[in-house]
Structures are given as C-alpha cells and as structure tokens.
C-alpha cells in the first residue's frame, strides 16, 4: 500500500523549519538591538546565521540519528543549488552585479571552503587510512576558519557600509522572548519531520539518503536564499545577490558541516566526490562568468546557463540511482 504521510509532512516540515529560522531572527535580531548591539553585527551574525539555521538543524538531526550521508549531502546540494539554481534564477530576473571584494575574495573564499572539506573528508586517499570523514577535529577546523571569515566579513562590511540598511523591528522583551522560543520549536520540529521523511522517502522508493539530501532536502532547505535573492533581483538591489549566495555556501560548510561533525563524526562516501567535484565547478564558473561579458555582472544569458546546469545535474543524478 502506498504511504503518502511521509510526502505530506515533508513539506510540513520545511514550512515549520524556515518559518522557525524567521521568528527566531526577528526575536533575537530585536533583543540585540535592544541592548545597543549595531545593525551591522546583526546582520553578519544573527541575520546571517538564520538563512544558515535551516542546513544546520537538519545537519544536526541527520548525524544525531546517524544518517550521515544526508547530513553531507544536503551542504553539497545546497551549495550546488545556492549558485546554479538560486544565481540562476536571479540573473533571469535582473542581471546581478558583484562587488569587487565578492569577486577576488568571497568567490576564491568559497572555493577554499569546498576544497579544504575535499581534503579533510578523504583520509583514505591522502593518508590511506581505513576511515574516511569529518571527524570532531576536523569540525574544529573548520569552525576556525568560519571565525576567519566572520572577522573578514566584519572588517570589510565596517569599510563598505554592507548591510547597515537591514530594518529591524523592535518588540518587547517578553515579546522577542515568545518569538525565540516560537522559532527554536519550529526549527527543533521541521527539522525532525525533515530528516525522518526523507529518510522515509528514500527508503520507499529504493534510493540513497545521500540522492534525496543533494535534491529535495538541498533545495527545500534552500529556500529562504531564494525568496531573498529573488526579490533582490526584482527590486534591483543586486550587488547583495551574489556576495550573500557565497557567503551563505560559506556559512554552509564552516559553520553548519563545522558543527555537525563536531557533534558527531561524519563517514564520507566516495561516491559524493562527484557531488564535491560539481560545487568546485559551480564555483568556478560563477568566478570565470565574473569576467566574460560584462565585467562583474552575471548576465542574464549566463544565469540561463546556470539554470540548464542545474537541471541537467539533477537528472543525472537521479538517472545514476534508478538505473
């Protein structure tokens, strides 16, 4: 018999998680703003933090539960989603326009990222040892170079002014208060639902975790990404749009894979190296895209390039696992 429960509370679960990540920024954007704290470090903390919350509770469930190749897979998948997908759909919208720091040092930023989780993951290859993943040292490590980037981030965006304009909303203590504990619930709850029905799902219908992490769970955790960078684009503020998709990967795999495998040790299989090899490429692209055409300006030619990538590698990946 067919069980649809697990395909209704997907989407039930994704509501409550993003919507969860939005209470709990507006309550604690609103009691630091309370306590004098300026709306630039809101942004590159709290703000920040909240578009991150989402891959991070999932991540956090997903190793708990020892479903690992979907806590991987979902940073992979998001960050192949944040650049092919999300930048792609902007750029069809307005073409977007880069700041020079997001093209010589977020995008090269970004590329690090990804190549130092190659490195660390794949013990097996570079030490030739019998385990391959991210330990709980590695997510130190990376953890350090997330503190790197929010000092980087910090220093630049005091010289540029970036995100000084963000609008907070006061509430009262108790009010921020009930909006805290309001999100916590709704990320602790949507993430729970997220992982037990994908992992429902994959088993159902004979497929990897990892499959269902790079796809619906990528996408779906994604989502808060794309309604800002999308209504960047309409509106035209979008010298935002590409810094805060880079700064969002970066977030993804410093602070969220950081996180997870601290909490608990991550196995890597080597069949997600292709799934590493396409955010390298992504990335790469965004970059060499940065200088063909308009200077700094992803066109919108090449965020339809971006779009057909991204279809392409989901029917791939897809057609892998059914064959």
């Given amino acids: 018999m067919f069980n ?5 509370l997907l989407p039930i679960g994704f509501v409550l ?5 939005d209470l709990l920024v507006d309550g604690a954007s609103s009691v630091a703003k309370r306590f004098g704290i300026s709306s630039l470090v809101i942004g590159l903390t709290v703000v920040a933090f909240g578009t991150s919350a989402p891959e991070l509770i999932v991540n956090i469930f997903a190793g708990i539960q020892g479903n690992t190749d979907l806590a991987i897979a979902n940073v992979l998948g998001s960050n192949i989603a944040n650049i092919l997908l999300i930048l792609g759909v902007a750029a069809l919208i307005f073409p ?3 700041k020079s720091s997001t093209v010589w040092k977020e995008i090269p930023f970004g590329l690090l990222a990804i190549i130092v989780v190659a490195i660390m993951a794949n013990d097996a290859l570079f030490d030739g040892g019998t385990f391959s993943g991210l330990t709980r040292t590695d997510g130190l490590v990376l953890l350090s170079f997330f503190a790197i980037f929010l000092y980087y981030t ?3 965006s005091r010289v540029d002014g970036t995100k000084e304009d963000i609008t907070i909303k006061k509430h009262s203590f108790f009010g921020a208060f009930l909006l805290i504990i309001g999100g916590l619930v709704g990320l602790t709850l949507g993430g729970k639902l997220i992982v037990d029905s994908a992992v429902t799902i994959a088993t159902l219908l004979g497929i990897s975790q990892a499959v269902i992490g790079l796809t619906i769970v990528a996408v779906g955790t994604s989502l808060p990404e794309l309604a800002t960078s999308a209504i960047a684009a309409y509106k035209k503020n979008t010298d935002i749009a590409v810094g805060n998709v880079i700064g969002s990967n970066i977030f993804n795999v410093f602070l969220v894979l950081g996180t997870s495998s601290v909490i608990s040790s991550l196995p890597f299989s080597p069949s997600l190296m292709r799934d590493v090899a396409v955010t390298i490429g992504a990335t790469l692209l965004l970059f060499a895209f940065m200088f063909i055409g308009k200077k700094h300006i992803l066109e919108r030619w090449q965020g339809g390039v971006f779009v057909i990538l991204y279809i392409s590698y989901i029917i791939f990946i897809v057609s892998q696992e059914i064959r």
Wanted: hydrophobic content about 60%; aromatic content about 12%; charged content about 10%.
């Fill in 4 to 8: 649809i429960i697990p395909y209704i």
């Fill in 96 to 98: 977007l326009k880069a």
């Fill in 154 to 156: 910090f220093g630049i």
């Fill in 17 to 21: 998680l993003i919507k969860g990540a």
